[in-house]
């Protein structure tokens, strides 16, 4: 081993100055020495690869060597007894005392090798060491085995003693210190370099030349010996100066071990900002690792610095300048240590100079140790020697090493150039400024370098870590194992990384070399590029540390950080300022200059050059943010650029202008680009970008043909519309556009071209006159504008979570812009932090794509998400969340355009808009509209087959004024045959538009022409309709409001006019020179208009003068049907226009235009006084109420079979029944073939006698003012009300009941009347619309009519609205002959006229409830129906024979429920959802009533004696005759079960009008699915009972609970035929006497499949016993009756058995049958909990009992969710199965359980579940664990 030790040491490579400390170590760790391992471990670890091997060599050396002696026979190594040693050694001083293991270390006779063969002469040798006197250290006293020192005191005289054989020559005598292990070295005392100077560095003269006496045979003298280092030294001498000797004693060294110690502190961890509050921070304290010897003070060995056992007194270290030395009289102080602070750690010491002070930079120091050194004795501190004294620097004698204050610096090129700021990607000079700048010596701490003047020195750049701050000696800090930053991508950030040039391919394996070292000074490093970081996209400020190894550099532990590179963000910023480069965001088409820009201080920009390969930047689409370097290379800039262009290859583009720091072209700041001048200077900005949206600006500074070299400076966002945008419109309708786009703003404006333009003349025309609007700024949905806050910014792994206070109306894919996001920096912040807080409140404040996490009102939960990322430990706090701004940018919404009619577009083109991001009036600015966002293309509406306005006054609003001037008017129109009507599934909705016309002034008059309206709308009590914000939106429309603007509807649809789910006003002012006023009406989905059908609206409008029957020239009222609100806003099904109808119903005009109104002495009603009456309706009996009757017809002996009895012919009667046709207490209903009750009265009646005038309907006066005569036949004109229910006929008739006749010319002649519709005038023939005015013309011959003397007429009987009607006053008009000058008794004087002051009369028809009914379909509400549920929710369907109003909440309709019911609705309701039974009906008639605040208000009322749910009408809410409602009921179920034929099972419905006095009550109805409606033809005016069907009835069955309800399958098998035993008990008789036959249903999980016809039929026999409980089969014949049905429309299979019986059900009965399903195809486990069975009478449907839970499947098991039975995989065929027992004897008294043995059990696949057997009902398992046997036996 030693030879090939010796061969392998010789012929390597390896430094043997390196392997010598080792092998010393090595001997050590083989002695097993204390502290051994971790000398061998510390030395071991600064070898290169080399050395390992030797040093390993070693080792197996000396363990051989240390084997070897210790097998001799125990002589000292000079051949003296070792107890002579050891006494010898116990003689010596303690500081001399000599560590045990010297005694074996010497050979005898030492080294006898070199030149010279002869033996070594100097024998016995020993060494002593005098006092150094003044100080601390004593005298060694001679000794022949060890003397102890201190490295760096000077000795005055160190001697060699020895028996002889010593030189005697000065000139020839020479001594080396070497290795006490001189096999370490590999060398011979001769060659070996010595360890130390004069005087033991093996030169002559050496030995003392002042002592008196001349070197002697057994004494040399040496006079002063500084030993610089420590160790475990000996001396190798040569008397003559050729031979040589290793002389025996050794010389301890104790200090510091090396001389060449760098402690290399980093300024940039020194003077971070958390040093200056924490200096305990690692790295904020410059320290260094000193290692070296000592004697321990217990046990006296030499050892190791550090614990375990460290120096007391402490030795420590001071600093002086690089030109002192050590132990002089000058030191420094540059840290806030002046002497270091030490820490012990095993085998060397931790030095701390403290924090470095204020002012200082860089610097190099010397570094001085004291060993326990006190140079003055303690003279200098009072006698008390003090070591180490910060005061004394020559306390300090042993120079260590230097302390190298180093920093790194980013440079233009090389040491002495431009300071820059790091830019990613640009190229820099980074030098290493190793306590030196490399130009100048500015201080003498800064005269030298402290790094390797050669080329060995190497860097790395890493990421910053804290790790790095470590100190330099940390075996963990970050510079020893960090690999060179390579870019990342991280999540949501993308890490730059070292690009070039090429460097490191491992932690310590670098070879970028430096270019220039400056003697030390400053190693320099050039052409160094590091990455762009970022974080959400957004460029970041990244933090590297630089990492510095000065030689041996593949070792790691010389690795340690030198600084700290700050690569700061790139600005790009588009601007219109090419000097202040003001930020200025980017418009679609306008010229912008683009600067890429460094802010902080000027970086190493290109500037300008030959190269075309530099400075290049291109434009690249980035909407998803995927550009990256890549990109940047290979991908071309689109051709939307311009003022940008390629010049030649992929990546010449256009040379930009450098931006220099106050115009000094070594201070670059960047790159401008898009600069374009002419020949005088002047200069504009010339990029220009076509299509809005991101773009990535991709840069690249130099080498622009290699990707790495690229980099995406930044994102910018172009803000413009999309361009190629279409929508379709109509003329007329005015409308608003939604303009997709990116970055849009409320202040973005629309200018519209006309049709014979192109996208292309954006910018170059005005807008055309064919088009109002848009007047506005944009739309966009904001915080302000939605009054919707931000409510939580918080993490979420898919990026942003931002919840809001409400709905906020986003969708997937919008783009949102966030404003006034701040992240906190933390409660200290640095600046580091503090603009990484500002970044990151860039990336928040900017425009994100939305996706929808939830908007919904149910759970309120109203949640976005946008991609920016974080690690949810490092989520940003954000404050004041609920201030930051947003606001949808990729949509925004142009309103209030509207197209002319007759300027539709022409086909193939359309109307093009433009726009504008910010500017003023269209007109004036349009070369700003540069964005070209599409065309409209416009379309004529398609016209409704009719459409009329109907006055009852043409009165209008002057001479005389009136307060409150108006009437009622109708719009009737008629829909088309439009398939759209019947597929409309949205919110269709009904505008009744009023139009204004324009009244040409004349060409000669100054004066403009303008638009003047003709019809003012009013409300239902001629109030101004006032347009309010509150409700002029759709979704603010409410139904109360209809009732407000809405007097009456009417359809000729059996169902009636669909009720209105709303109504609300707008005005229209698209043309600012009229104002268009907008009645809407809102239809719920599904219910609205239909095809081909006649309509009519009643509202009250004021008339103004200028209406004409052809002005406005387009019809006064246009009616828009239009599609869904909300969907498709302004699509037009179709449009009306109405002119009035007949055209003489206007404001009356002779020939040439003029007004003929009334005048004086023209006819007017009397309308002076408190209480003008002059048209008075008189009562029969003097009340406020004039009843009008029906009457039952004559009795006709012929036919008595179709006529009503004697006793009932021509009596007044209210309903068929009150005739004999039908009678409602024995449950007949009325034939629908006959008709007994009907108005007029038949004049073959007693009473009328053959003239109907005998039988007067009503009867009224007439008074005229005084000064306006009426005169002979001058026109009246009775308006009925409602005008909508009357239709009188063809005829009327009317004489005079009172009339003055004149003096002569004999008795008052007879009036005329006419029967006129409101629409279409004087009726021929049938009339298409409702009759309901009586057109009266006076006698001839008659009085005037004045105040005194008044007139009575009479009206003959009429036919009455077979609906009725609540008390109603009756309007009229007079006229002149001629039909002019007319005065209208409007609403309000008839209002105050029937009052108890006034003493008119109104006309009143009892009023009837058309139809009551429960929805009883399966599905549609009664969802708890079992005796005791709660919260059961029913549906009712209401239909009223007559118009009503809230009157100030003043009608209740109550709804009485049968005994044990309670009421529990809601005081809003509820909402009724879609209901089955009107799935396939259109219109749906599901009308809604009531529902939001104020509109409706329910009240449940106890038993007072009845229980109710009360519904009162509120303010303005309305019924519309004819109408269908519908109403959710909840209510508490009886806690006992009721048949449905229970007589105490009833519902009634009544209604109490408290807004007459006395209150008006319909009569109560019973709930039933019977229904009035229209007779057919030719009774088509009066009403007949018909049915609604079985979905509907009068009430309903509280069912009884089935119990005790099992089902057992014969198969479990999935999809497999099964065979169930159903056994259940009834808690009712099912059936009666007259109902015999019942049914009973079994409800299957979905899946399963009883077939269409299926399979029941009894149990086998052994079931039916009549013992205990017993079991009944189902009375039924032999063959059981069984029909398959699915239980819902969604169903695909019959999962419902309709088991027919013969007989009545009994009574807590316990029943069993069989019937036959095939199972479902899989199981799922809502199955065990979805068997069902019911129980009805079949003949009527009434249900009677259910199971209320799901059918189990063991007894034994309670009854409740999930214990029906599962299915499995497949069955098991029976002779796979099998099981014996071994008694059959039932257990009971002696007889013992019976073993059952199951065998075989096979089934069809492999399995490792669990095995379920389960035994018939009866049996019970009995057995314990032991007693089972799971396998056969063997």
């Known amino acids: 081993f030693c030879s090939l030790a010796a061969s392998t040491l010789m012929s390597s490579s390896a430094d043997a100055g390196a392997v010598a400390p080792v092998a010393a170590a090595a001997a050590a760790l083989a002695r097993r020495q204390p502290g051994a391992w971790q000398v061998w471990r510390r030395r071991l670890g600064r070898l290169r690869p080399g050395g390992l091997v030797l040093a390993l060599l070693v080792l197996g050396q000396e363990v051989a060597a240390v084997s070897a002696a210790t097998a001799g026979a125990g002589a000292s190594a000079g051949g003296e007894p070792s107890e002579a040693l050891a006494k010898q050694d116990a003689r010596q001083e303690a500081p001399g005392r000599t560590p045990p293991w010297h005694q074996e270390d010497a050979a005898p006779g030492g080294d006898s090798s070199g030149a010279h063969e002869r033996r070594a002469t100097a024998v016995e040798v020993a060494f002593s060491v005098d006092r150094v006197e003044g100080t601390n250290i004593q005298a060694e006293p001679q000794s022949r085995v060890n003397v102890n020192v201190r490295a760096g005191v000077t000795y005055p005289r160190f001697k060699i003693h020895a028996a002889s054989g010593l030189g005697t020559s000065r000139e020839t005598i020479r001594a080396k210190l070497v290795p006490f292990d001189m096999l370490s070295t590999l060398k011979t005392c001769a060659t070996v370099e010595p360890y130390m100077g004069f005087p033991f560095s093996g030169a002559e003269n050496s030995v003392d030349q002042k002592g008196s006496s001349p070197p002697e045979p057994i004494l040399n003298v040496f006079a002063s010996a500084n030993f610089p280092n420590a160790g475990l030294f000996r001396l190798c001498y040569s008397p003559d100066g050729v031979q040589w000797q290793e002389l025996e004693p050794s010389i301890t060294v104790f200090g510091a071990e090396r001389s060449d110690n760098k402690f290399w502190c980093p300024s940039s961890s020194l003077k971070r900002e958390i040093c200056q509050s924490d200096a305990s921070v690692k790295g904020c304290e410059c320290k260094g690792k000193v290692e070296g010897y000592k004697r321990n003070n217990i046990t006296g060995d030499f050892m190791g610095l550090g614990v375990p056992n460290p120096a007391y007194p402490t030795w420590k270290a001071s600093l002086t300048f690089v030109d002192e030395d050590c132990g002089g009289l000058v030191d420094t102080a540059p840290f806030n240590n002046k002497v270091t602070t030490v820490e012990n750690e095993l085998g060397y010491e931790i030095h701390n100079f403290g924090t470095f002070l204020p002012g200082k930079l860089l610097g190099v120091w010397k570094i001085c140790y004291c060993a326990g050194y006190d140079h003055d004795n303690g003279a200098g501190t009072g006698g008390v020697v003090s070591t180490c004294d910060s005061t004394a620097p020559t306390d300090f004698p042993q120079e260590i090493g230097e302390l190298v204050v180093i920093d790194v610096k980013t440079l233009q090129g090389q040491a002495g150039s431009s300071l820059i700021t790091v830019y990613p990607t640009l190229r820099f000079g980074l030098v290493i400024y190793c306590g030196h700048d490399g130009v100048t010596n500015k201080e003498r701490y800064s005269i030298s370098g402290g790094c390797s003047a050669s080329d060995t020195p190497r860097y790395k750049i890493i990421r910053s870590s804290e790790e790095s701050n470590k100190p330099y000696y940390d075996p963990d800090a970050g510079c020893r194992f960090f690999a060179q930053a390579t870019t990342e991508l991280d999540g949501a950030k993308v890490h730059g990384g070292h690009l070039g040039p090429a460097n490191c391919v491992g932690p310590n394996t670098c070879y970028d070399t430096p270019e220039k070292t400056a003697g030390g000074k400053a190693p320099q490093f050039l052409d160094v590029q590091l990455d762009a970081s970022y974080e959400n996209g957004i460029m970041t400020a990244a933090t590297y540390d630089v990492c510095y190894c000065d030689n041996d550099c593949l070792n790691s532990m010389y690795w340690f950080k030198a600084g700290t590179i700050e690569v700061q963000p790139v600005v790009v910023r588009f601007t219109m300022e090419a000097e202040s480069l003001a930020e200025e965001p980017a418009i679609v088409n306008t010229g912008r200059y683009l600067a890429i820009l460094g802010l902080v201080t000027q970086g190493s920009w290109s500037g300008n050059g030959p190269d075309t390969k530099t400075r290049e930047m291109k434009l690249l689409p980035d909407d998803a943010g995927n550009v990256d370097k890549a990109s940047c290379l290979g991908t071309p800039q689109p051709a939307v650029i311009s003022g940008h262009r390629l010049i030649s290859g992929n990546t010449d583009y256009t040379e930009p202008d450098t931006i220099l720091q106050g115009g000094d072209e070594g201070k670059p700041l960047g790159q401008l680009y898009g600069k374009v001048c002419d020949g005088n200077g002047n200069c504009a900005p010339n990029i220009r970008i076509s299509r809005p949206g991101w773009y ?341 429309a409410r139904q109360d409001f209809c009732g407000l603007i809405f007097t009456e509807l009417w359809s000729e649809d059996e169902d009636g006019f669909p009720m209105p789910d709303g109504c609300y006003y707008s005005e229209d002012q698209t043309n600012p020179d009229m104002n268009v006023k907008q009645l809407h009406m809102l239809f719920t989905e599904r219910n609205h208009l239909k095809k081909n059908t006649k309509y009519m609206v009643v509202t009250n409008m004021d008339i103004k003068q200028e209406l004409d029957f052809d002005f406005p020239g387009e019809g006064a009222v246009w009616i828009w049907s239009m599609d869904d609100v909300y969907s498709n806003p302004y699509g037009v099904v179709e449009k009306g226009t109405a002119f009035p109808s007949p055209k003489t119903r206007v404001p009356p005009r002779d020939t040439l235009k003029n007004l003929m109104l009334s005048g004086v002495g023209d006819p007017r009603f009397d309308n002076e006084g408190l209480m003008p009456d002059g048209f008075k309706v008189l009562s029969d009996d003097g009340t406020l109420t004039q009843e009008l009757l029906s009457y039952c017809i004559p009795y006709d002996e012929r036919n008595p079979d179709v006529t009503p009895t004697r006793q009932m012919a021509c009596q007044p009667c209210q309903s068929e029944q009150d005739c004999g046709n039908g009678d409602i207490f024995a449950g007949i209903d009325p034939d629908p073939a006959k008709s007994f009750c009907r108005s ?370 014969s198969n479990f098998g999935a999809g497999e035929s099964n065979i169930l035993s159903v056994f259940f008990m009834t808690e009712q008789e099912v059936g009666s006497l007259q109902n015999v036959e019942t049914e009973l249903w079994v409800d299957a999980p979905s899946g399963f499949d009883f077939g269409k016809y299926c399979a029941a039929s009894e149990l086998e026999d052994i079931y039916y016993v009549p013992e205990g409980r017993g079991t009944a089969p189902l009375p039924t014949g032999a063959l059981i009756p069984c029909r398959g049905a699915p239980t819902s429309s969604d169903e695909l299979t019959y999962n419902r058995a309709k088991v027919s019986t013969t007989g009545r059900l009994l009574r807590q009965t316990f029943y069993g049958f069989r019937v036959q399903v095939t199972n479902g195809p899989i199981y799922v486990r809502t199955q065990l909990n979805e068997w069902r069975l019911w129980t009805y009478v079949k003949a009527t449907g009434f249900g009677v009992d259910g199971a209320y839970e799901t059918a189990r499947l063991n007894e034994r098991v309670p009854a409740g969710p999930d214990t029906s039975w599962g299915m499995y995989s497949r069955s098991m065929p029976p002779e796979n199965f099998g099981i014996s027992f071994s008694t059959v004897r039932p257990t009971a008294g002696a007889t013992g359980p019976a073993d059952i043995t199951i065998l075989p059990i096979i089934v069809a696949v492999e399995m490792s579940r669990a095995v379920r057997i389960m035994a018939p009902a009866g049996y019970a398992w009995d057995f314990e664990q032991v007693d089972f046997r799971y396998q056969a036996p063997a």
Request: proline share 7%; glycine share 8%; hydrophobic share 40%.
């Open 696 to 1036: 990535a600006v991709c840069y690249c500074d130099s080498n622009c043909n290699e990707v790495n070299n690229w980099a995406v400076f930044g994102r910018q966002l172009v803000a413009g519309p999309l361009a190629k945008q279409t929508w379709s419109r109509y003329t007329g309708v005015t409308f608003s556009i939604d303009v997709e786009g990116y970055d849009l703003k409320e202040t973005n404006r629309a200018l519209i071209l006309s049709t014979s333009q192109q996208p292309q003349d954006c910018g170059n025309f005005m807008s055309t006159t064919r088009v109002d609007g848009p007047a506005r700024e944009a739309y966009l949905m904001t915080r302000s504008s939605t009054d919707t806050k931000m409510t939580a910014i918080e993490y979420s792994y898919m990026g942003t979570e931002i919840s809001f206070s409400q709905s906020h109306g986003l969708k997937d894919g919008d783009r949102i812009r966030l404003t006034g996001v701040n992240v906190e920096a933390g409660a200290n912040p640095d600046e580091a932090s503090m603009k990484l807080a500002q970044k990151r409140s860039d990336m928040f404040n900017s425009v994100h794509e939305v996706f929808v996490s939830c908007d919904d009102e149910a759970t309120a939960c109203y949640k976005i998400l946008i991609p920016v990322k974080f690690l949810a430990a490092e989520f940003p706090l954000i404050q004041n969340i609920e201030s930051v701004i947003w606001a949808r940018t990729s949509k925004e919404t142009f309103s209030g355009i509207k197209v002319g009619d007759g300027n539709e577009s022409p086909e193939g083109r359309g109307y093009v808009v433009c726009w504008c991001n910010e500017c003023g009036s269209a007109d004036s600015e349009y070369p700003q509209y540069v964005g070209q966002a599409g065309q409209i293309t416009v379309k004529k509406p398609m016209a409704m087959p009719q459409a009329h306005l109907g006055l009852t006054t043409v009165m209008p609003d002057v001479n005389p004024p009136y307060i409150l001037p108006g009437g009622p008017v109708v719009v009737a129109f008629t829909t088309g045959d439009i398939a759209h009507y019947a597929t409309a599934t949205g919110q269709l909705h009904l505008v009744i538009e009023l139009q204004q016309g324009l009244v040409a002034q004349g060409a000669t008059r100054d004066i403009p022409d303008e638009y003047v309206e003709v019809l003012l709308p009013r409300t239902n009590k001629l109030e101004p309709l006032e347009l309010s914000t509150d409700i002029d939106e759709p979704d603010e």
């Open 1240 to 1609: 007029p009265i038949d004049p073959k009646c007693e009473l009328a006698s053959g003239d109907l005038m005998n039988v007067p309907s009503f009867m009224f006066r007439v008074k005229a003012k005084l000064g306006y005569p009426i005169k002979p036949q001058s026109i009246l004109r009775l308006f009925l009300h409602p005008l909508t229910q009357w239709d009188i006929g063809i005829s009327c008739q009317v004489a005079m009941e009172v009339c003055a006749a004149p003096s002569v010319g004999g008795a008052c002649s007879n009036p005329i009347c006419q029967a006129e519709a409101v629409v279409g005038g004087q009726v021929v023939g049938i009339s298409e619309y409702p009759v309901n005015i009586l057109k009266i013309t006076l006698p001839n011959i008659m009085l005037e009519i004045t105040d005194q003397n008044v007139n009575i007429i009479k009206i003959g009987n009429l036919p009455l609205p077979p609906g009725g009607f609540f008390p109603q006053v009756v309007t009229a008009e007079v006229m002149k002959d001629g039909q002019i000058a007319p005065d209208y008794w409007d609403m309000n004087k008839a209002l105050a006229l029937a009052s108890p002051d006034g003493g008119g009369a109104r006309l009143f028809k009892a009023p009837k409830i058309l139809s009551a009914a429960i929805v009883t379909a399966v599905g549609d509400g009664n969802q708890a129906p079992f005796r005791g549920d709660k919260m059961n929710k029913l549906y009712v369907r209401l239909v009223f024979g007559t118009t009503f109003f809230g009157a100030g909440n003043g009608v209740d309709i109550d709804f009485k429920l049968p005994f044990g019911y309670a009421c529990e609705t809601a005081t809003l309701g509820g909402v009724v959802p879609d209901l089955n039974v009107l799935q396939d009906k259109f219109p749906s008639t599901k009308g809604r009533l009531g529902g939001k605040q104020g509109e409706v208000r329910y009240k449940n009322i106890p038993a007072t004696p009845t229980v109710m749910c009360r519904l009162t009408l509120l303010q303005d809410m309305i019924i519309y005759a004819r109408s269908v409602y519908f109403v959710e009921l909840t209510v508490n179920n009886p806690s006992s079960a009721m048949k449905r034929d229970d007589p105490l099972n009833y519902w009634n419905v009544s209604v109490s009008h408290h807004g007459y006095n006395p209150t008006q009550v319909l009569q109560d109805i019973y709930l039933s699915n019977k229904q009035l409606q229209w007779c057919d033809p030719p009774r088509q005016k009066l009403f007949c009972q018909s049915t609604l069907g079985l979905e509907y009835s009068s009430g309903l069955s509280v069912l009884g609970k089935i119990t005790d309800f099992f089902i057992a399958p």
